[in-house]
């Protein structure tokens, strides 16, 4: 009967969910206004009256999600996924709302970690091709380094594509930051 009893209350504190640290709890409380500001770009986008103004939201709204894509990592350190699921679900539907404002948030399994891709870039591009944020939007879109996913093995040819992509970038570059993160 004793014996019952204790293996009875063991039951219960294994299946009792303990309170989440406070640094992810705030990190939680914190998507939430992200996802606010994520709502707010893409509404200004729907609004922009002109192309200038919808790409420089565009570009704004990914530089944004990013941010959200890292904020994802501390407040779901715990993420994983089995084939297609992704847990905790909570973590996958703030992830979706995320996305439904235009640019990708997903879990990357090769990494194992939340991240942004790169929408927003491209839709800068399309919109103002030659634009302030030109340099940015390129080597974070077509270049691809805002791609949010990747598994960094290539073939020799893709190897060569990735350095001639970069080199012809870099002969194009107009702002120096990028031109010293091109080299390295």
């Not at 948030?105 to 919109?127: I, R, S």
């Not at 939007?137 to 805002?146: C, K, S």
Request: net charge neutral.
């Amino acid at each position: 009967m004793v014996l019952g009893g204790v293996c009875l209350v063991f039951s219960g504190l294994a299946q009792q969910t303990f309170p989440s640290p406070p640094a992810v709890n705030e990190a939680r409380a914190k998507l939430h206004s992200e996802l606010r500001s994520l709502a707010k770009l893409a509404q200004k986008i729907a609004d922009a009256a002109t192309d200038e103004e919808k790409a420089r939201d565009w570009l704004e709204l990914n530089r944004q999600a990013r941010k959200f894509g890292q904020e994802m990592n501390a407040a779901f350190p715990e993420t994983s996924i089995q084939g297609d699921k992704i847990s905790p679900v909570e973590a996958l539907k703030l992830a979706q709302t995320a996305t439904s404002y235009g640019v990708r948030v997903d879990f990357c399994e090769p990494g194992a970690n939340w991240a942004a891709d790169n929408q927003g870039y491209f839709k800068y591009l399309e919109l103002w091709p030659r634009g302030p944020e030109a340099d940015e939007a390129t080597w974070m879109g077509p270049v691809g380094n805002g791609s949010f996913c990747g598994d960094s093995e290539g073939s020799a040819e893709e190897l060569k594509e990735f350095i001639a992509q970069r080199k012809l970038f870099l002969a194009k570059l107009s702002r120096q930051p990028f031109r010293c993160a091109g080299k390295k």
